[in-house]
């Protein structure tokens, strides 16, 4: 009698726990599908935290990703917080936290995810009275980040088995987005993924309504400063002409992966058009921004080239401030470079020395489309 009972009730368990997964499944669907419509990497990683939060009951969850060297290169923290307004109606408040520069992770973040890494699927710790629970986040067959959260209870079969969908679909849509938003020859991020870029860092800024799409609530890290730069090979157009195209492309794939090796992992790297690029980089101030661009100067200088041996790059940069449009950034980065290579190239300028030194005077810049 006790066997038949258990197993009734372990039937009815399962019931519930169907019909709990049926009655969930169209609002998944519509979140897959608009998870799917988006054409923003960074937004669609937000879109993935909004889908599986709620899903799972929990208010925080976390998505770190890594580099080819398995460095934590940036972490998104997502929080749901009830509100009682004034007219004593709750409701529910997002908040999204970008960090792009990892410094002291919690103990057991790095621990748990390092069995992840190591063992190539979910993990649990705990911690206090509450399971931290991290799932591998997969690019091809290497793992690339991990989806991160903490609650009570165990992850259930059919909660396990959800969390591991969506978290396919997800790399698998971002994978093909992530391809058309690079550069062909240089793997680097092209023009479109600029744009987006703009999109984003403007809004982290705090600039008002210029951008059709806001995210409530979002946050921007304190001390947090970015700096926008223009980089160009110097005499690229003689390489060409005494070498020809191949070895040019050659150069180009070359300077890209040192630029790339010389940045942070958290410093965003475009290929603008020919040989010029651009670089987004996070710094508190000034002198920090200025040592990042001089490293990968100085790391291009002292690189040996295939056949034509040595080359430089000359850089002009300016900070992204909320008041102003980033189409004036970039022109301020640009003149800054413009200005290097009139000075004889191989140089780093920075606009805003250029201004106080007397070497340009303030523009202003009537509202105007990003390119």
Not at 3 to 9: A, N, Y
Not at 119 to 135: D, S
Not at 293 to 303: G, M, N, P, S, T
Request: glycine residues 8%; charged residues 25%; negative net charge.
């Amino acid at each position: 009698m006790r066997s038949t009972m258990r197993e009734l009730t372990t039937t009815d368990a399962r019931e519930k726990m169907a019909e709990a997964g049926t009655s969930r499944l169209p609002g998944l669907l519509g979140k897959l599908g608009k998870m799917t419509s988006i054409r923003d990497t960074e937004v669609l990683e937000q879109s993935l935290l909004r889908t599986l939060g709620p899903l799972l009951g929990v208010l925080d969850t976390s998505l770190y990703r890594t580099d080819e060297q398995q460095n934590m290169v940036r972490v998104i923290h997502y929080h749901r917080s009830k509100v009682i307004e004034a007219d004593g109606v709750a409701r529910m408040v997002e908040r999204v936290e970008e960090l792009s520069r990892i410094n002291d992770l919690p103990a057991e973040v790095v621990a748990l995810t390092d069995n992840v890494r190591l063992l190539g699927k979910p993990c649990t710790r705990k911690v206090g009275g509450e399971l931290l629970v991290a799932y591998p986040l997969f690019g091809g067959n290497d793992v690339c980040g991990y989806f991160v959260f903490q609650r009570d209870r165990e992850v259930q079969a059919a909660e396990d088995a959800t969390i591991r969908g969506v978290l396919e679909v997800f790399s698998n849509y971002y994978t093909l987005l992530d391809i058309s938003q690079r550069d062909r020859l240089t793997g680097l991020f092209n023009r479109q993924a600029l744009e987006g870029s703009f999109e984003r860092i403007w809004r982290v800024l705090g600039r008002p309504d210029h951008f059709a799409e806001r995210e409530e609530g979002r946050r921007r890290p304190p001390g947090e400063n970015y700096w926008l730069a223009v980089i160009d090979i110097d005499h690229f157009k003689s390489i060409n002409d005494r070498f020809g195209h191949m070895v040019g492309d050659e150069i180009l794939l070359l300077v890209s992966r040192l630029m790339t090796q010389t940045f942070r992992g958290s410093d965003l790297l475009y290929r603008y058009g020919g040989e010029e690029f651009v670089a987004i980089i996070a710094a508190d101030n000034a002198k920090i921004a200025r040592n990042v661009f001089e490293r990968v100067r100085l790391a291009i200088e002292a690189h040996v080239f295939p056949q034509i041996e040595h080359l430089t790059i000359s850089i002009g940069y300016s900070q992204a401030v909320q008041d102003i449009l980033p189409v004036e950034v970039l022109s301020r980065a640009d003149r800054s470079l413009y200005q290097a290579k009139q000075d004889g190239r191989n140089r780093v300028y920075s606009y805003h020395e250029l201004l106080a030194s007397g070497v340009f005077k303030e523009q202003v810049f009537a509202e105007a489309e990003f390119f």
